[in-house]
């Protein structure tokens, strides 16, 4: 059984136009001490997804209206409010995208570290105070003891962001949701970071879900990769299929806008044209086939489910992988063999 199964969640947002659905019949699952990354541009529904699961939507203004969240085989949708407090923190945690907001900016770093270990963990204020310490040491914050006095504003950035790490590893949580954890931080401190959480996450056998839009980042941290478009997964795969082996147009064009070490001198990026379609205007065909230089007349038509890659252990959301008597191409290898390899 996995750790965490998310089944045909679906989250929607009041606005000025009425209610949109920003998490659209997401499904995956994360294993116990695995890697997942859920990865896509900007507004494609991954933090939703995330807030959705630890129950951080609120009505009026979101609610989630439909799916499952089954963790550790018990269904977070269905808990009394109570209940999921005490599954935040110690059962999952998550550590959010800018630490300079989600660190309360009037509390000290002790403080703000030892209120979850007494609540959780029933720990002595002088108890929480050295486990703070030692997690501070483990996350290699210098002069742990004297930076407990410290408050948010008079640490770096990076710094921050290893107090919201060794805060989402206090209570020894089975699962951790890391929202875009490097967006803030330069990219010497992004590894720095990065490694990091690999290696506690690998210590602890603690299981991480790794929202991202970097596929730098995703190439190597994750074991398996859910791509986001538009509210819905439209290929998921392992990360070694999907960079060597990607089937859907969307996740070309990610791949393609990535830098590469091996790119031919003076060459250049090759961006998605256009942009995501706002969620209130959703087209009825294949929600990326505006933007899909090789959409035909059924992606603008009928919207393609997830269909399995023959002989491979991969899902993609795309009429060309359907055989012409459904409506689609023959097969991918055929009709995007030039794209694929540019790709590769």
């Not at 570290?113 to 105070?129: D, F, I, K």
């Not at 299929?241 to 996740?251: C, V």
Request: proline share 6%; aromatic share 4%.
């Amino acid at each position: 059984m996995a750790l965490l199964e998310v089944r045909d969640l679906r989250t929607e947002f009041r606005g000025a136009r009425g209610s949109v659905t920003a998490v659209d019949g997401v499904s995956f699952t994360v294993d116990a001490g695995e890697m997942v990354a859920l990865v896509g541009e900007s507004g494609c529904g991954k933090s939703a997804t995330a807030q959705s699961i630890m129950g951080l939507i609120v009505p009026p203004a979101g609610q989630v209206t439909g799916g499952q969240v089954l963790f550790e085989g018990r269904d977070l949708l269905r808990l009394s409010a109570r209940d999921l407090r005490a599954v935040r923190g110690k059962g999952i945690s998550m550590i959010f995208q800018d630490p300079m907001t989600s660190l309360n900016p009037v509390l000290t770093v002790g403080r703000q570290m030892t209120e979850a270990l007494e609540l959780h963990l029933g720990m002595s204020r002088r108890a929480a105070r050295k486990r703070a310490v030692e997690l501070l040491d483990m996350v290699r914050i210098p002069a742990a003891e004297t930076r407990l006095s410290s408050y948010p504003h008079q640490l770096s950035g990076g710094m921050r962001q290893r107090v919201m790490i060794a805060m989402a590893l206090s209570c020894r949580p089975r699962l951790i949701l890391a929202d875009e954890i490097t967006t803030a931080l330069d990219v010497t401190i992004q590894a720095q970071v990065l490694d990091l959480l690999r290696e506690l996450a690998l210590e602890t056998r603690t299981a991480v879900l790794l929202i991202t839009h970097d596929l730098g980042v995703v190439a190597g941290m994750a074991e398996r990769v859910n791509v986001m478009y538009a509210g819905q997964i439209v290929e998921r795969a392992g990360t070694v299929d999907l960079f060597h082996k990607p089937q859907m147009p969307y996740t070309w064009g990610l791949l393609g806008s990535v830098p590469r070490l091996d790119q031919a001198r003076g060459g250049k990026l090759r961006p998605i044209a256009g942009r995501p379609p706002e969620l209130s205007e959703i087209p009825p065909g294949c929600r990326f086939a505006p933007r899909c230089v090789h959409a035909r007349d059924v992606c603008q038509d009928k919207a393609p489910g997830l269909t399995t890659v023959p002989g491979r252990d991969q899902l993609t959301r795309c009429w060309g992988m359907r055989p012409a008597d459904q409506g689609g191409w023959l097969t991918t290898e055929d009709r995007f063999a030039d794209q694929s390899a540019e790709v590769r």
